[in-house]
Antibody, heavy 130, light 106 residues
Framework: EVQLVESGGGLVQPGRSLRLSCAAS????????ISWVRQAPGKGPEWISF??????????EHAASTRGRFSISRDDSTRIAYLQMDDLQTEDTAIYYC?????????????????????WGRGTLVTVSS | DIQMTQSPSTLSASVGDRVTITCRAS??????LAWYQQKPGKAPKMLIY???TLQSGVPSRFSGRGAGIEFTLTISNLQPDDFATYYC????????FGQGTNVEIE
């Protein structure tokens, strides 16, 4: 059974940092893209970042909204992915989900594609408030 | 960035109905589209990927169609468990979601 378990959320003051972790089990971790998706209260999901699997050298893509403040990483040996969040703002308050999905390379066009979010964790709540 | 627009925002229906949700992309995304179902307090669940491929375990009353810029999710014979919010998501370039469609009981 695929399991993704997020941890590291909590209450943090504006301008501070937080690191989220995602522990994975039940699938070949290194072969899949790992993404972070957040959902603010009453809003739809928002993709933040993903890191491709080893077949695509773990290359990273970031959404424009968090580029420069958030960074994603993975340790295939421990099957854990991370999201480092710096200079947090009140608008970053959300449930943060870790997801896994297949990597895609479009051979016809010679381009990398994004990823879909096949499996989800239960999420961890991040509240940014003074 | 690729913008995804869903319609309608809210859909009222009854058990047994056939309902269709539309998702339009701001540019062609070929068939790089997924659909998700989300219930209150839960993480989204993937239903369909590659525009029309049903995720394992998803009931066959769910179906997806489309390519290019216009896509549909159809639920035939709506069941009580299907009342939820549905999102489309493109993965042609990076990733982005539609704003959601709430399927509510009429």
């Amino acid at each position: 059974e695929v399991q993704l378990v997020e941890s590291g959320g909590g209450l943090v003051q504006p301008g501070r940092s937080l690191r989220l972790s995602c522990a994975a089990s039940g699938f070949s971790f290194g072969d899949y893209a790992i993404s972070w998706v957040r959902q603010a209260p009453g809003k739809g999901p928002e993709w933040i970042s993903f890191i491709r699997g080893k077949a695509y050298s773990g290359t990273i893509e970031h959404a424009a909204s968090t580029r420069g403040r958030f960074s994603i990483s993975r340790d295939d040996s421990t099957r854990i992915a991370y999201l480092q969040m710096d200079d947090l703002q009140t608008e970053d308050t959300a449930i943060y989900y870790c997801t896994s999905g297949e990597d895609y390379y479009d051979f016809r066009s010679g381009s990398y594609r994004g990823t879909m979010f096949q499996f989800w964790g239960r999420g961890t709540l991040v509240t940014v408030s003074s | 960035d690729i913008q995804m627009t869903q319609s309608p925002s809210t859909l009222s229906a009854s058990v047994g109905d056939r309902v269709t949700i539309t998702c339009r992309a701001s540019q062609s995304i070929s068939s790089w589209l997924a659909w998700y179902q989300q219930k209150p307090g839960k993480a989204p669940k993937m239903l369909i990927y590659k525009a029309s491929t049903l995720q394992s375990g998803v009931p066959s009353r769910f179906s997806g169609r489309g390519a290019g810029i216009e896509f549909t999710l159809t639920i035939s014979n709506l069941q009580p468990d299907d009342f939820a919010t549905y999102y489309c998501q493109q993965y042609y370039r990076h990733c982005s979601f539609g704003q959601g469609t709430n399927v509510e009981i009429e």
